[in-house]
């Protein structure tokens, strides 16, 4: 399976609509890996050959917090530096091929919103253009590399005048954080334990049990396991001879713990997992469309660079998920268009492919869409009230969180 985007379904055209505002999410490009497969050999991660190349990418750039101010710890960053992959290189880190496919994405970009649609000037411009990514290095690196394809003259230019914005991972919204809030982390231990509710996932991890030649069923874990696959696919490393047929089928596995990590095990405790994953990002992209709407938004296009994990957690919130999961480089955007009578409304693009929540069509009116969505925008406070409070299931099921954590993938 292919882990880059490149595209898909034509956009439906609406021609008496005028773009006014693009908010984008995407995905890192292919990156080391950050988990090993036990019981198999290593690939070897170079790190004299992984990183080499796509001096296109690498233009300057500077981080600074939301406020302005200066950077953010690298927390993350520094936990995965505490570990070397065999070949030298860090977990987690973008690779040149990653790069690249970032790249790539933003010459699309350029294409459709500069030359094209004439949305975006010729040259960039930091009051037009916002660009925030979580305060990881593959993240941060994806953003540049993404820039440099849009705006090829930002390589010459000085570090000052690109400037990416970061939060402290503790008050990252970015991404489902099992981490920082309590809860959410209760549920994804709570799940690790109880997988069983998956239908099949037991049967398929005793196999893989197996083919592993693990001690017990419990020792296969369908993400890391996953993880380390398709980072291996990716750059072009080898895979495991006994893997080699079971890609595909870790993916799926992998995948729906990942889904019900992130919105909830089942219907009745979707929402109320959905609002401590996503809820606070939620309400930004909410915040952010409404005043698009007000006209008090300043630069009309928006760039967050962020993961998986991200992507899925959104896509299930839009009640748009496609159950894929998200390629590398992959982009979801939110297009906001306005009518000659001031009306607004909102498409939502994924690798290229419109999609439309149920109960509407579009192009869909904001109102209505902001509307479907309202109670999954949570406020910060309400956030931490949340989190700071057992979800209602789990109290239900006796809030038997165990001690291993399935782990949502950041």
Same mark, same amino acid.
């Given at each position: ?5 490149? #595209?898909?379904?034509? =956009? ?27 019981? =198999? ?20 750039? @500077? ?5 302005? #101010? ?16 065999? #070949? %030298? ?15 790539? /994405? ?5 294409? @459709? ?47 000052? /005048? ?37 239908? %099949? ?27 380390? +696959? ?12 006994? +893997? ?12 729906? =713990? ?5 919105? %909830? ?69 939110? @297009? ?70 399935? %782990?949502?993938?950041?």
């Amino acid at each position: 399976m292919d882990e880059n985007a490149d #595209g898909g379904v034509p =956009v439906n055209k609406s021609p008496d609509l005028e773009l006014v505002h693009v908010e984008i999410f995407i995905r890192h490009g292919a990156r080391t890996t950050m988990n090993l497969i036990p019981n =198999v050999e290593s690939a070897t991660w170079d790190k004299d050959k992984l990183f080499v190349g796509a001096d296109e990418a690498r233009i300057e750039y @500077e981080v600074k917090s939301l406020e302005d #101010g200066p950077a953010p710890f690298w927390t993350s960053e520094a936990r995965y530096r505490t570990r070397t992959l065999q #070949g %030298g290189s860090y977990p987690g880190q973008l690779t040149a091929k990653g790069m690249m496919q970032l790249y790539e /994405l933003g010459e699309r970009l350029r294409k @459709e919103y500069v030359d094209e649609k004439k949305f975006l000037p010729s040259e960039f411009d930091p009051s037009v253009i916002y660009i925030r990514s979580t305060n990881i290095a593959r993240t941060q690196e994806s953003a540049r590399s993404c820039l440099a394809g849009m705006y090829k003259d930002l390589l010459n230019k000085p570090k000052g /005048l690109f400037v990416i914005h970061s939060e402290d991972e503790k008050k990252e919204i970015l991404y489902p954080s099992n981490r920082h809030c309590e809860h959410l982390g209760a549920h994804t231990k709570w799940l690790s334990k109880h997988l069983d509710i998956i239908p %099949g996932l037991s049967e398929e991890r005793k196999l893989l049990q197996k083919l592993l030649d693990l001690e017990k069923e419990e020792d296969v874990n369908f993400i890391h396991i996953r993880d380390d +696959l398709f980072a291996r696919m990716s750059n072009d490393l080898p895979v495991p001879e006994q +893997l080699q047929s079971k890609a595909d089928d870790v993916e799926k596995w992998a995948l729906e =713990v990942t889904r019900a990590q992130v919105m %909830g095990a089942s219907e009745e405790d979707k929402e109320e997992v959905l609002q401590v994953s996503v809820g606070p990002l939620m309400k930004m992209i909410s915040d952010n469309l409404r005043s698009v709407a007000d006209g008090k938004m300043g630069a009309k296009f928006h760039v967050y660079a962020c993961h998986d994990s991200s992507i899925i957690a959104l896509l299930s919130a839009f009640d748009v998920f496609d159950s894929q999961w998200p390629p590398f480089a992959a982009d979801l955007r939110f @297009e906001v268009y306005k009518d000659s009578e001031g009306n607004h409304f909102l498409k939502i693009i994924y690798v290229g492919k419109e999609l439309t929540p149920p109960n509407l069509s579009s192009p869909m009116p904001l109102d209505a869409l902001l509307a479907q969505i309202s109670h999954l925008a949570v406020s910060a406070e309400k956030y931490s009230g949340l989190c700071d409070v057992p979800l209602k299931w789990l109290q239900d099921a006796g809030n038997d969180s165990g001690e291993q954590s399935a %782990g949502i993938g950041v």
